[in-house]
């Protein structure tokens, strides 16, 4: 069964930064498709950055040039670097893994998420 647990989120003032973990269990980390999603009050998730198992990265066109996502496979640890942070990117943010080697599959499983609160 796959375990995700994220971590790193807190509330900080626009302009700053977080940077979020994920550590993942039960699954091939290395050999599947990683990412970000976020649910802001009121709104629909909405997938934020991907990680394909070549490193190959995708983002949402909100975050480009802000947020960075990465992993360490020894560790079994996605991360996402949130920079110059704005009250638009309110939300809870879900770490997920996809159903195969990109994000063309599909998230299948999400963690319980983690409380990122910006402030003006």
């Known amino acids: 069964q796959v375990q995700l647990m994220e971590s790193g989120g807190g509330s900080v003032q626009e302009g700053g930064s977080l940077r979020l973990s994920c550590v993942a269990s039960?699954?091939?980390?290395?050999?599947?498709?990683m990412g970000w999603s976020r649910q802001a009050p009121g709104k629909e998730r909405e997938g934020v950055a991907a990680?394909?198992?070549?490193?190959?990265?995708r983002y949402a066109n909100s975050v480009k040039g802000r947020f960075t996502i990465s992993k360490d496979t020894a560790e079994n640890t996605l991360y996402l670097q949130l920079n110059s942070l704005e009250t638009a990117d309110t939300a809870v943010y879900y770490c997920?893994?996809?159903?195969?080697?990109?994000?063309?599959?599909?998230?299948?499983?999400w963690g319980q998420g983690t409380l990122v609160t910006i402030s003006s």
């Open positions: 997920a893994n996809y159903g195969g080697d990109a994000y063309y599959y599909g998230m299948d499983y």
């Open positions: 039960g699954s091939s980390f290395s050999a599947y498709c």
């Open positions: 990680i394909g198992s070549d490193g190959l990265t």
